[in-house]
């Protein structure tokens, strides 16, 4: 397991990092060219895991860095108006921040931790998007419970499916 005090970032992390990120980076374009983008939140779904599995230092850069990479690939998510880009950066950062928090430091259950990270981390999206809303001038409970229904299959998918993967690569050693 990670020790968060150690300063020394391990080959096995760099290496399931790129792994991670390369997957939030493929998946995205698998779902969106499927028209199932912004429902499934696919780049959400290794980097949440990578929230469980990634000590802090090597985690939470990946929120930053796989949206402007993605951007910088395809033009997605975009960076401006709608500023789509910076909001996944911080909602991205909270989950991966929460996971590690409720598992490793409060001791949750992998499941339970995914369940509260996620439902915490809607609620910081409803916020954010409700923020965007007021400073584009849009109507801002539509666009923001707009946005939030819109991404419930990939809410149940944070809440099951990535919980199962991680205590899946932990049961066969691969982290």
Do not use: C, Q, W
């Not at 990634?54 to 993605?70: C, K, M, Y």
């Not at 395809?74 to 991205?92: A, K, Q, R, S």
């Not at 229904?149 to 691969?174: D, E, M, Q, Y």
Request: glycine share 6%.
């Amino acid at each position: 397991m990670h020790k968060e005090g150690k300063a020394k970032v391990e080959l096995r992390d760099v290496s399931l990092a790129s792994v991670l990120g390369a997957a939030a980076l493929a998946l995205p374009i698998l779902f969106h060219a499927l028209g199932l983008g912004a429902a499934f939140l696919p780049m959400f779904l290794p980097l949440s895991a990578a929230g469980f599995l990634l000590p802090f230092r090597v985690a939470v850069p990946l929120a930053v860095i796989v949206p402007a990479i993605s951007f910088a690939l395809t033009g997605m998510p975009p960076m401006t108006i709608p500023p789509t880009g910076p909001i996944m950066m911080l909602e991205l950062s909270f989950l991966m921040a929460a996971n590690r928090i409720l598992h490793h430091r409060l001791k949750l259950n992998v499941f339970l931790a995914a369940a509260v990270a996620t439902l915490a981390e809607r609620a910081f999206y409803l916020g954010l998007v409700y923020l965007a809303a007021t400073v584009l001038r849009l109507p801002r409970v539509v666009f923001s419970l707009g946005s939030l229904v819109k991404s419930l299959p990939g809410t149940v998918l944070l809440v099951t499916a990535v919980p199962a993967v991680v205590t899946a690569i932990r049961k066969h050693r691969i982290s």
